[in-house]
């Protein structure tokens, strides 16, 4: 069964860092393209970065450009996101999925990230 | 661009529905059209890719079409049930940008 976990959320005071990782199983990780997208409380879901199969190209919402990293490493099934000086308007269910020419196939249940001082 | 969706819609069960995604510039290009349907408390899914296509396992009571003249796509569910009760995205593309209109909620009452 195909399964996307992510995790690496948590609270965290406004400035800090987190960095959150989703993990693949059951399929062929480096054969896909992968994304972020989050929910923030009591709004619409928002696409926030995508990554080539091999990571070299990448590509952010200019909401988060300059602060957020999306990466991936195919020899641990893993994809990341590094999130630095986060903002209260951050807070959010984060999701994974996995990308099959250009669209998702594949949503893993999210993480969610709180950041309040 | 902007993605513009109703903010809400209801309908009864075994009705039919219909939500609306207007591009506010550009063309809306058919086959770079998606919809997600994302019930509280868990994972989105998609359920419409292409424009019109459905994924293995999304019932074909749902349909998705495009309008190159009103530059808008269209999701309908058809026989309604409780269980369509969810929040709607559409969602296209500028470039390498993924663009998501704002969602629309549909209640089945």
């Known amino acids: 069964e195909v399964q996307l976990k992510a995790s690496g959320g948590g609270l965290v005071k406004p400035g800090g860092s987190l960095r959150l990782s989703c993990v693949g199983s059951?399929?062929?990780?480096?054969?896909?393209?992968m994304i972020w997208v989050r929910q923030t409380p009591g709004k619409g879901l928002e696409w926030i970065s995508s990554?080539?199969?091999?990571?070299?190209?990448?590509h952010h919402a200019d909401s988060v450009k300059g602060r957020f990293t999306i990466s991936r490493d195919n020899a641990k099934n893993s994809l990341y996101m590094q999130m630095n000086n986060l903002r209260t308007e951050d807070t959010a269910m984060y999701y994974c999925?996995?990308?099959?020419?250009?669209?998702?196939?594949?949503w893993g249940q999210g993480t969610l990230v709180t950041v309040s001082s | 661009f902007m993605l513009t969706q109703p903010h809400s819609v209801s309908e009864s069960p075994g009705k039919t529905v219909t939500i609306s995604c207007t591009r506010s510039s550009g063309s809306l290009v058919g086959h770079f059209v998606q919809w997600y349907q994302h019930r509280p408390g868990s994972a989105p899914t998609t359920v419409i890719y292409g424009g019109t296509q459905r994924p293995s396992g999304v019932p074909d009571r749902f349909s998705g079409s495009v309008d190159s003249s009103s530059n808008s796509a269209f999701f309908t569910i058809s026989g309604l049930k409780t269980e369509d009760e969810a929040d709607y995205y559409c969602q296209s593309f500028d470039a390498n940008i993924w663009i998501l209109g704002g969602g629309t909620k549909l209640t089945v009452l």
């Open positions: 990554i080539s199969t091999t990571g070299v190209y990448t």
């Open positions: 059951e399929f062929s990780f480096s054969s896909y393209s």
């Open positions: 999925a996995r990308v099959v020419s250009t669209w998702p196939d594949f």
